[in-house]
């Protein structure tokens, strides 16, 4: 079973970018010295993050200072497959799609393409939305300031943002799964986590953490918080099941913002390449850590939803086999078969729920291991049901 994963934002904010940053060498070393391995699942997603990773280098080659220029210029939507497995047990991989799209498709939001685009992150349970910091602490006065929302595209991140969290709770709340695991549920609490990440990127700038002089930390914070507060506000409102986080993420890290042309539609953004030249990402090791404990915390509470259930069939089928033993000798021996088949069916039982237990075990070595790895720049904005 996979898990989805949406991206929410307009062309040019970092999408690609930022979910290049997730898999990069760094953070594969990084997660690899923990024992955990991430990887493209497939062919053709290893093939695209590598024309991604070529464009980055050929950005930071091409001089000292740069323009943004969209990475890949495809009118397609793009589906990234990711597997992540404890090196010591690489048959028991957990894996996730990411969708990437063109910025053309989150503005028009209609057509057969961005129907695609639109179902998978409805499906997903996380919902990442990259911020364009060097856009929104930029602004020279009201005028440019007044041109943010467009830019970014925030009437269009809240139309899908909303949607998202009232179909998640119908999800949430269909009578079948009430039905079968409501009240397995309770036992488990939340079994559906959904999380949605502010990704601030482009913030090299604000941040002394990673090679940069200024901290304009608290700032960007609060700057990204007001154009985005009501989004936010607004999805756990309809579904207060949403965990809602911030987290900046330097994708490329070794390039920070120093001027903005506001006179061109959009506005160019310059960036100026630190001596070193060498990407150097930060932040992307939390937002792996978010997508997972997600991914954990369902499959933890499917399995323990399975072992409940189990344990239920084991009990009447121990309760027959009691029944048999205290019957009248010859009636037992007339239901002996039944006997020996029930006793097969505890013993399979027996087993299933062993192997769940370690498939638990597993998921929670992982989230130990990832939670070594954290970059010191994440703060939760809510939890669910607060
Ligand atoms: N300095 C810096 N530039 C970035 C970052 N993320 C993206 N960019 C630049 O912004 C431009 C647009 O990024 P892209 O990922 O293609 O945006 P998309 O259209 O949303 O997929 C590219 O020139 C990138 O190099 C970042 O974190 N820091
Ligand atoms: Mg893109």
């Known amino acids: 079973m996979s898990q989805k994963i949406g991206l929410v934002g307009a062309r040019g904010i970092g999408k690609t970018t930022l979910l290049t940053a997730a898999f990069d060498e760094t953070i594969k070393v990084g997660f690899g010295q923990v024992g955990i391995v991430i990887q493209a699942h497939e062919e053709e997603t290893r093939e695209i993050l590598n024309i991604n990773k070529n464009s980055l280098a050929g950005i930071l080659s091409g001089g000292l200072n740069f323009q943004n220029r969209g990475l890949g210029s495809t009118m397609t939507a793009q589906l990234y497959d990711f597997e992540m497995y404890l090196a010591s047990q690489p048959d028991l991989p957990l894996v996730?799609?990411?969708?990437?799209?063109?910025?053309?498709?989150?503005?028009?939001?209609?057509?057969d393409a961005w129907n695609a685009c639109r179902s998978h992150l409805l499906a997903s349970r996380v919902i990442i939305v990259p911020v364009d910091a060097s856009l929104i602490m930029e602004t020279r006065n009201a005028e440019d300031k007044a041109r943010i929302p467009g830019l970014l595209g925030l009437a269009e991140a809240g139309n899908i943002?909303?949607?998202?969290?009232?179909?998640?709770?119908?999800?949430?709340?269909?009578?079948?799964?009430?039905?079968?695991?409501g009240p397995f549920k309770r036992a488990i609490g939340q079994s559906r986590p959904l999380d949605i990440i502010l990704c601030p990127v482009k913030c090299e700038k604000y941040f002394k953490d990673n090679?940069?002089?200024?901290?304009?930390?608290?700032?960007?914070?609060?700057t990204t918080l007001e154009h985005y507060k009501g989004i936010i506000d607004q999805a756990v409102e309809i579904n207060p099941g949403i965990r809602a986080h911030y987290l900046p993420v330097d994708s490329m890290g070794c390039v920070e913002h120093y001027r903005?042309?506001?006179?061109?539609?959009?506005?160019?953004?310059?960036?100026?390449?630190?001596?070193?030249?060498?990407?150097?990402?930060?932040g992307a090791e939390d937002l792996m850590g978010i997508i997972v404990?997600?991914?954990?915390?369902?499959?933890?509470?499917?399995?323990?939803?399975?072992?409940?259930?189990n344990d239920l069939e084991k009990k009447s089928k121990q309760g027959r086999i009691t029944e048999i033993n205290d019957q009248w000798f010859l009636f037992r021996w007339w239901n002996s078969s039944e006997q020996i088949k029930l006793e097969?069916?505890?013993?399979?039982?027996?087993?299933?729920?062993?192997?769940?237990?370690?498939?638990?075990?597993?998921?929670?070595?992982?989230?130990t291991k990832m939670a070594e790895k954290k970059s010191g720049r994440y703060k939760p904005l809510m939890e669910a049901g607060k």
């Open 96 to 111: 996730f799609q990411i969708m990437d799209y063109p910025g053309e498709l989150f503005k028009t939001q209609s057509g």
């Open 344 to 367: 097969e069916e505890v013993a399979q039982i027996n087993q299933s729920n062993q192997k769940l237990k370690q498939h638990k075990d597993m998921l929670q070595t992982i989230r």
């Open 211 to 222: 090679g940069g002089n200024v901290d304009a930390s608290v700032e960007l914070y609060a």
């Open 293 to 309: 404990e997600n991914f954990i915390h369902q499959m933890d509470c499917d399995a323990q939803v399975k072992i409940n259930g």
């Open 260 to 282: 903005t042309d506001w006179n061109n539609d959009p506005p160019k953004q310059f960036f100026r390449l630190r001596e070193h030249r060498r990407r150097t990402v930060k």
């Open 161 to 181: 943002v909303l949607e998202w969290a009232a179909s998640q709770l119908a999800i949430g709340q269909s009578w079948f799964l009430n039905i079968f695991f």
